[in-house]
């Protein structure tokens, strides 16, 4: 993490920049590497103490806060804390976003379990979806074909009362595959 300290009408000693690193170290401990860059500005007002932080988080995420305390250590913690409880709350929108992922349901899971033994054994066989086959004539098959993007389509034939699959040649032209009797 890249840190800027910049102090206005204030030198910055080795103990300030000590105390701004080891309470930067608690939030670096927090985002990981989500932590991009931080700045802190210490500005001295009339007396007044006063402490800016802008942090940049991943994702265009920047979190800022500016308080004031009667020491260096007070404003500069309070800040953080502040800056702490921001970043929290990102992290916590980050970890509910992965939590709504919705999980596979039991029989695309059962299917996946089947497909992971198969990959191990010999070829992957992934289930596609079940379905009825409508009885049709070839030529109402044919039309349905046409109509769709698919490059097959298993039906009933009304013909002979079995199964067909009528496929898309690459010509353009449609092939009808019949089981034997």
Same mark, same amino acid.
């Given at each position: 993490?890249r840190?800027?300290?910049?102090? &206005? /009408?204030?030198?910055?000693?080795?103990?300030?920049?000590?105390?701004?690193?080891?309470?930067?170290?608690?939030?670096?401990?927090?985002?990981?590497? %989500?932590l991009?860059?931080?700045?802190?500005?210490?500005? $001295? @007002?009339?007396?007044?103490? $006063?402490?800016?932080?802008?942090?940049?988080?991943?994702?265009? /995420?920047?979190?800022?806060?500016?308080?004031?305390?009667?020491?260096?250590?007070? #404003?500069?913690?309070? #800040?953080?804390?502040?800056?702490? /409880?921001?970043? %929290?709350?990102?992290k916590?929108?980050?970890? @509910?976003?992965?939590?709504?992922?919705?999980?596979?349901?039991?029989?695309?899971?059962?299917?996946?379990?089947?497909?992971? @033994?198969?990959?191990?054994?010999?070829?992957?066989?992934? &289930?596609?979806?079940? %379905?009825? !086959?409508?009885p049709?004539?070839?030529?109402?098959? #044919?039309?349905?074909?046409?109509?769709?993007?698919?490059? !097959? $389509?298993? !039906? &009933?034939?009304?013909?002979?009362?079995?199964?067909?699959?009528?496929?898309?040649?690459?010509?353009? #032209? !449609?092939?009808?595959?019949?089981?034997?009797?």
């Amino acid at each position: 993490m890249r840190l800027v300290l910049t102090g &206005r /009408h204030v030198d910055i000693t080795p103990g300030i920049r000590r105390l701004v690193d080891r309470k930067l170290t608690r939030l670096e401990r927090l985002l990981g590497n %989500a932590l991009v860059s931080s700045q802190v500005v210490l500005t $001295l @007002e009339k007396g007044r103490r $006063l402490a800016d932080v802008m942090v940049h988080v991943s994702g265009d /995420h920047m979190l800022s806060t500016r308080t004031e305390g009667p020491t260096w250590s007070a #404003a500069t913690t309070a #800040a953080l804390e502040k800056i702490q /409880h921001q970043a %929290a709350k990102v992290k916590g929108k980050w970890a @509910e976003r992965k939590r709504r992922r919705s999980p596979l349901p039991p029989e695309a899971e059962a299917s996946a379990q089947l497909t992971r @033994e198969a990959g191990r054994n010999g070829p992957r066989v992934v &289930r596609v979806s079940r %379905a009825q !086959f409508k009885p049709m004539s070839v030529e109402n098959a #044919a039309i349905e074909l046409a109509a769709s993007g698919d490059p !097959f $389509l298993l !039906f &009933r034939n009304v013909d002979t009362d079995g199964l067909s699959v009528l496929i898309r040649r690459s010509s353009g #032209a !449609f092939g009808l595959v019949e089981p034997d009797r």
